[in-house]
C-alpha cells in the first residue's frame, strides 16, 4: 500500500496518526524536490526513527514506488500538504491503474500558513511559481508575472512560490524585471520566511528596503498585495 504523507511546516510537524504509519512501513521515501526544508533530514530522521530515502523528481516521476506499494507498505514523505505538486496526483493515478492501494495523510502547508500575514485567504488569487533565471542559456520565464497581472484584474492577492536554489536577492531582482515588462507597479511586498517552523519570519516592505535586507531564510515565498480591506491594511501596518 502507497502512503502519502504531510509533514506540515516544521521537523515535528507530521500528525499522530502519520508517524504511526510511517513505523509500520517498510521503506519510507522523502520528496526532496520541490521545497528547501527549513530543517535537516537528520533532525527529521531522529522525529520518525527510521531510514529515510531521498526521492528525487525522476524516481518520483518513474512510478518505481507504485512497484514497490504493490508488494509492501510504503510511504513517501512530502513537506507541507501531501498534494500540492501535480507529481503527487499523477502517482494517485498510476496507482489506480496499477490496482494498488493508497492513502493520503494531509497536513499544514503554505496555503495555510500566509493566512498569518493578515490577507484573508479568499481574496487571494492563483497561485504562481518563480523559475530561477539562467541567462547565460537565455532562460528568463517571467510568466509568473501574468498570472499576477490577471490577479490584479480581479483585485486578488499574488502568492508566488520560488524554486529550490533561488537566493532572495536575485528572486528581487527577477520580480522587479518582471514587473517592468508587463508594466506591473510594485508598491509594499510581503516576504514570508519559514512560515510555520522555527525562525519564522513575515517582512512587509517596499523592494527598495528589502533589496537591502539579508535575514530572509528558505524556504520563503512573496505576496504581491492588492487593494486590501481595511483590517488587513491594519494587520499590515503593523508588521
Request: charged share 30%.
Amino acid at each position: 500500500m502507497l502512503y502519502i504523507i504531510g509533514l506540515g511546516l516544521n521537523v515535528d510537524g507530521i500528525s499522530k496518526f502519520g508517524l504511526q504509519i510511517v513505523k509500520r512501513c517498510k521503506k519510507i521515501y522523502l520528496e526532496n524536490y520541490t521545497v528547501e526544508f527549513p530543517y535537516s533530514v537528520e533532525q527529521l530522521k531522529e522525529v520518525l526513527g527510521k531510514k529515510i530515502n531521498l526521492a528525487d523528481r525522476e524516481f518520483v516521476e518513474s512510478f518505481e514506488i507504485i512497484d514497490e506499494a504493490s508488494r509492501t507498505d510504503v510511504a513517501l514523505l512530502v513537506y507541507g500538504s501531501p498534494l500540492t505538486a501535480t507529481t503527487h496526483i499523477s502517482l494517485l493515478q498510476e496507482a489506480k491503474k496499477s490496482n494498488v492501494r493508497y492513502k493520503i495523510i494531509y497536513n499544514a502547508s503554505i496555503f495555510d500558513a500566509v493566512a498569518e500575514t493578515g490577507l484573508q485567504l479568499y481574496k487571494f488569487g492563483k497561485i504562481t511559481s518563480m523559475p530561477k533565471w539562467d541567462k547565460e542559456k537565455d532562460f528568463t520565464p517571467d510568466s509568473f508575472m501574468k498570472v499576477v497581472q490577471e490577479n490584479q484584474s480581479l483585485r486578488a492577492h499574488s502568492l508566488i512560490l520560488v524554486d529550490i536554489g533561488l537566493e532572495f536577492p536575485d528572486a528581487l531582482t527577477q520580480l522587479k524585471e518582471s514587473a517592468k515588462k508587463y508594466k506591473i507597479k510594485l508598491n509594499k511586498l510581503l516576504v514570508c520566511s519559514r512560515l510555520g517552523a522555527k525562525g519564522s519570519k513575515i517582512f512587509y516592505r517596499k523592494i527598495s528596503e528589502l533589496e537591502e535586507w539579508s535575514v530572509v531564510k528558505v524556504p520563503y515565498c512573496l505576496i504581491i498585495p492588492s487593494k486590501l480591506h481595511f483590517i488587513e491594511r491594519e494587520v499590515l501596518e503593523e508588521l
